[in-house]
């Protein structure tokens, strides 16, 4: 556990440290994602008869951003070296599949996940073994997630570890999304619906949470203040996604006028309320002095 206070720049270098393997195949996917791009720039996305060269490019952006956002989190998780390396381990090689899957497949002109009558063995055992990957990401995702709820491991930095709650909270309904994918074979539903926001946007709570921890530690404000902000934003992001999610399943577009939509919007305006309260707040310590999760 980290105890010393210090810049941001410094306690990212040592977290980051701690979880090379994470950070380097987070890094991977957004090598691969530029080489989709160049690709998408000189020829287009489809590749005949299935693949999507695009569709490659964001998914191993995603996955890159995931795994950056998992190893900033991991040493927070209150596992002990073991279990660490279990996690770290497996994490790291489920998404090499995955890399692999989603990348070669579009160019082969297949799309991994959803196959089509006529599919050679060889696509069909490739896309039995991601929907397998698929899975287990999941499964181990949720095995971290609960780690956050232990006592212990809130006692520790209580503010970083509930914004992580928070995070986890809209990963699982991420993650929710995604199941439902699979399932419904598409990411539509009804006329207009479109499973990708709800699937998306959960993931980003992994990112914006935390950074309202970090940002309130960095505005010096004592710990219950720094609580509720937490709470406003997290509960704030998390029913947005609600919003979102019910708009989808009855089959309307995100963007279109109804009171979901608007309801989705409010929310998500509410959640960016702390950190604009706590932009406006004068500095009343250096910036050097803030620590990454304090």
Not at 206 to 212: I, K, N, S, T
Not at 238 to 248: P, S
Not at 265 to 286: D, H, M, N, Q, S
Request: proline content about 4%; hydrophobic content about 55%; aromatic content about 14%.
């Amino acid at each position: 556990m980290q105890t010393k206070q210090d810049g941001f720049t410094g306690a990212a270098v040592r977290l980051f440290k701690a979880e090379k393997a994470l950070v380097l195949a987070g890094l991977l996917g957004f090598a691969l994602a530029a080489l989709c791009a160049v690709w998408v720039l000189l020829y287009g996305g489809p590749v005949g008869p299935d693949g999507d060269v695009s569709k490659a490019f964001s998914f191993n952006a995603a996955i890159g951003i995931f795994l950056l956002s998992t190893a900033m989190i991991l040493p927070s998780s209150g596992l002990g070296r073991k279990g660490k390396t279990t996690f770290r381990t497996v994490y790291v090689l489920l998404a090499l599949f995955s890399y692999f899957a989603e990348t070669t497949q579009n160019f082969r002109g297949a799309n991994p996940r959803f196959l089509k009558d006529g599919a050679s063995a060889y696509d069909i055992a490739i896309g039995a073994v991601f929907g397998l990957v698929a899975l287990l990401l999941v499964v181990f995702y949720l095995f971290l997630a609960a780690r956050y709820f232990f006592p212990k491991v809130y006692k520790q930095n209580p503010v970083w570890v509930l914004s992580i709650r928070y995070a986890m909270i809209a990963v699982m309904l991420s993650f929710a999304a995604g199941i439902w994918i699979s399932m419904h074979q598409g990411r539509y539903v009804g006329s207009h619906g479109n499973l990708i926001w709800l699937h998306g946007l959960g993931f980003h709570g992994l990112q914006a949470l935390p950074f309202v921890a970090w940002l309130t530690g960095r505005a010096a404000m004592d710990v219950p203040a720094r609580r509720a902000l937490v709470h406003l934003s997290g509960a704030a992001y998390a029913l947005g996604l609600v919003a979102i999610g019910w708009q989808t399943m009855l089959g309307q577009a995100v963007l279109s006028w109804s009171y979901l939509t608007f309801a989705a919007a409010g929310c998500f305006l509410l959640a960016l309320v702390p950190v604009a309260l706590i932009l406006l707040r004068r500095p009343v310590r250096r910036p050097e002095a803030a620590s990454f999760r304090s």
